[in-house]
């Protein structure tokens, strides 16, 4: 194993939160697979205040300071947890005092992955973070992984990885990733794409078959050499007619990890394909990786 001084491996976001311990169980057996090291980040929020209240925010910062090295242990004990001793990853740490979005995106472009909890808890015990997680699937400078408490489990780890494929160009960076991840955990790969972006239903002479052969070339055309740089991924093709956010929730149910690009057709630089990405991370029973192109 290989890495650069600058290389932060897979870097995870860490808070406290039942959602950060399930993102560092997925993201410590990344590290494996991968052979690279993990880095714990934690980031301090700054405290602004317009009025005299000194020791007040010193004994607010200070316990700031005591439940980051709280937090910081906590999450080295799950990465111990998650595997065995003598497969463990290098761990390494930093503490950030700032705010937590730009923190983690300057992070992410020096780290292979970056992976999160769907949600967390704020300064304040109980405060939501959901946008933090939807800021950084858009920000962010690595492919992004969004984990929930309760669906990284080791039972899964024959279950399939799901592709979401819009047949557009800037799907083929999450192409490259869902087979590289097929391959490595070896499993099946499942590449669904679907022709609609709105709820449809087969109309009164609407030619369902014509739609269906144009789907598989659609496929055909993107997944062209993959299949033959990764031999060992058995791949099956599903063709859908209705929103693909839709069928990929509903089929993240029997899948490992679910992969989406952070934009396709139809899309705007910087924005997420019709939400798809957006709405598969936040409800999908299955860890999901946003891959920007």
């Known amino acids: ?7 932060l491996g897979i870097l995870v976001g860490i808070d406290g939160s039942p959602e950060a311990h399930a993102a560092l169980r997925w993201a410590t057996e990344e590290a494996v697979l991968r052979q690279c090291p993990i880095t714990l980040m934690h980031v ?27 937090v910081i ?22 503490l950030r005092h ?12 020096s780290a292979r992955i970056m992976v999160i909890g769907s949600r967390g808890l704020g300064p304040v015990g109980g405060v939501v973070l959901g946008a933090v997680s939807r800021t950084l699937l858009h920000h962010a400078r690595c492919p992004v992984v969004v984990a929930k408490e309760g669906v990284v489990r080791k039972s899964d780890r024959s279950r399939p990885v799901l592709l979401g494929i819009d047949g557009s160009p800037a799907s083929e960076a999450a ?3 869902a087979f590289d991840e097929a391959s490595r955990r070896g499993v099946d790969l499942i590449a669904l794409h679907a022709w609609s972006d709105v709820a449809v239903f087969p109309l009164l002479g609407m030619d369902w078959h014509k739609y269906e052969q144009e789907g598989h070339e659609i496929l055909a055309e993107r997944l062209a050499g993959w299949q033959e740089k990764y031999p060992d991924v058995h791949v099956s093709r599903r063709i859908v007619c209705d929103r693909p956010a839709r069928w990929l929730i509903d089929e993240a149910k ?6 989406v690009g952070s ?11 019709g939400s798809v990405s957006t709405a598969v991370a936040e409800s999908a029973m299955a860890p999901v990786a946003v891959i920007r192109s």
Do not use: C, Y
């Open 254 to 259: 029997d899948a490992q990890l679910v992969v």
């Open 1 to 7: 194993m290989t890495t650069s001084p600058t290389d």
């Open 73 to 94: 242990e906590q999450a080295r004990e799950t990465v111990r947890g998650s595997v065995d001793a003598a497969s463990a990853p290098p761990v390494h740490v930093r």
């Open 263 to 273: 934009r396709g057709r139809g899309g705007i630089a910087g924005m997420l394909l």
């Open 44 to 70: 301090v929020a700054p405290i602004v205040v317009t009025w005299p209240i000194e020791s007040v925010v010193m004994s607010f910062t200070e316990w700031q300071e005591e439940n980051a090295k709280h």
């Open 175 to 177: 192409i490259a990733f």
């Open 98 to 109: 700032d705010g937590i979005v730009p923190e983690l995106t300057e992070a992410s472009a």
